[in-house]
T-cell receptor, first 112, second 116 residues
């Protein structure tokens, strides 16, 4: 059983469209991070959220941490082909020690 | 930001041979290093956690005698895949973090292992 479920698993959209990726769990996380990974490379950290209800913006990307710290979302406005990649949420479970638990991943493809 | 390197970036080996992958933190002391495995189009799966100077802690289902991890210094950890088989072919990614659990975890660029 995966602790962090992401949806959708795959998403193919046209340039200019908006999209939202969800990251859900039944467990509480002390912090949650979003990464983007391109083929053949390691994941690159986009943002870290630590407070329930927190919203962070990074240019066209908006990240939200759920009030109960069990879920998060990533919203991309006016997607561009450069946004294509594997988006991964990951978090530290409350009382979970060292481990960073990764979500199931969302593969995004933005076409011209 | 901090940089983590991996070497080699790609390796092809014959079945039955052993392969060593290096992970280095270039500008910070990595008290804790993590090794992940990733299959195509899937997420990262944690294999083991290592603290400098200590034995690695392996996740359930990961064979410690097959995936040997050494973290002898604060800037270097190695993963040796012993007696590799085709099913060990995968993308191996390391990450490194400072002493505090709240420190940022930096990821390496990954190593593509192909076992023929």
């Amino acid at each position: 059983t995966q602790l962090l479920e992401q949806s959708p698993q795959f998403l193919s959209i046209q340039e200019g469209e908006n999209l939202t990726v969800y990251c859900n769990s039944s467990s509480v996380f002390s912090s949650l991070q979003w990464y983007r990974q391109e083929p053949g490379e390691g994941p690159v950290l986009l943002v870290t959220v630590v407070t329930g209800g927190e919203v962070k913006k990074l240019k066209r990307l908006t990240f939200q941490f759920g009030d109960a710290r069990k879920d998060s979302s990533l919203h991309i406005t006016a997607a561009q082909p450069g946004d294509t990649g594997l988006y991964l949420c990951a978090g530290h479970l409350t009382g979970g020690g060292n481990k960073l638990t990764f979500g199931t991943g969302t593969q995004l493809k933005v076409e011209l | 930001g901090a940089v983590v390197s991996q070497h080699p970036s790609r390796v092809i080996c014959k079945s039955g041979t052993s392969v060593k992958i290096e992970c280095r933190s270039l500008d910070f002391q990595a008290t804790t290093m993590f090794w992940y495995r990733q299959f195509p189009k899937q997420s990262l799966m944690l294999m083991a956690t290592s603290n400098e100077g200590s034995k690695a802690t392996y996740e359930q289902g990961v064979e410690k005698d097959k995936f040997l991890i050494n973290h002898a210094s604060l800037t270097l950890s190695t993963l040796t895949v012993t007696s590799a088989h085709p099913e060990d072919s995968s993308f191996y990614i390391c990450s490194a973090r400072g002493a505090s659990r709240t420190d940022t975890q930096y990821f390496g660029p990954g190593t593509r292992l192909t076992v023929l």
